[in-house]
Antibody, heavy 123, light 106 residues
Framework: QVQLVQSGSELKKPGASVKVSCKAS????????MNWVRQAPGQGLEWMGW????????TYAQGFTGRFVFSLDTSVSTAYLQISSLKAEDTAVYYC????????????????WGQGTLVTVSS | ELVLTQSPATLSLSPGERATLSCRAS??????LAWYQQKPGQAPRLLIY???NRATGVPARFSGSGSGTDFTLTISSLEPEDFAVYYC????????FGQGTRLEIK
């Protein structure tokens, strides 16, 4: 069965960096795009961008450029989200989410999600 | 910028009742709309994609309809496990989500 398993909660100080992992299983990793979605405490869902699991090319949504980096290790079917220069407002749950691809085009809905990783930024 | 507006913000109903949730887009998005269910402490779960297609394993009591700017998620007869927050999401442009509708037990 399809699973996306994310790394555990993180507590970081402002200015530090964090790297969240998302390990996929139960399907061929490179046949689906991987997306990242943020949910601040008590708030809604915000799409951060996606990474092409074939080429490794990332695309970042507005507001998620500069400090946010998506990467892959296809040998272990894992996607990563790294956030640098952490701020208090980065405190949120971060989800990876799989997006089907059909005919080379993304279907732009998210059929499987990781369980989420809580990143807390506090001094 | 394309905005999705969900209504109502909170819906209070009893098990067995019918739930109707609305999502309105500020521009036409054809049928490029998905619905998700999120329970406390859990990841969102895909219910409906392309406005009316049920995702794998989703019970038949969930149905989606609409096109253009107005969309509806209907739960025909509420089960206790259906009380959750529901989000719509458009894919006409870059993905964006509505602000959510909380479905609570009356």
């Amino acid at each position: 069965q399809v699973q996306l398993v994310q790394s555990g909660s993180e507590l970081k100080k402002p200015g530090a960096s964090v790297k969240v992992s998302c390990k996929a299983s139960g399907y061929t990793f490179t046949t689906y795009a991987m997306n990242w979605v943020r949910q601040a405490p008590g708030q809604g869902l915000e799409w951060m961008g996606w990474i092409n699991t074939n080429t490794g090319n990332p695309t970042y949504a507005q507001g998620f450029t500069g400090r946010f980096v998506f990467s892959l290790d296809t040998s272990v079917s894992t996607a990563y989200l790294q956030i640098s220069s952490l701020k208090a407002e980065d405190t949120a749950v971060y989800y990876c989410a799989r997006c089907p691809v059909e005919g080379g085009l993304l279907k732009w809905y998210f059929d499987y999600w990781g369980q989420g990783t809580l990143v807390t930024v506090s001094s | 910028e394309l905005v999705l507006t969900q209504s109502p913000a909170t819906l209070s109903l009893s098990p067995g009742e019918r739930a109707t949730l609305s999502c309105r887009a500020s521009l036409s998005i054809s049928n490029y709309l998905a619905w998700y269910q999120q329970k406390p402490g859990q990841a969102p779960r895909l219910l409906i994609y392309d406005a009316s297609n049920r995702a794998t394993g989703v019970p038949a009591r969930f149905s989606g309809s609409g096109s253009g700017t107005d969309f509806t998620l209907t739960i025909s007869s509420l089960e206790p496990e259906d009380f959750a927050v529901y989000y719509c999401q458009q894919r006409s442009n870059w993905p964006t989500f509505g602000q959510g509708t909380r479905l609570e037990i009356k």
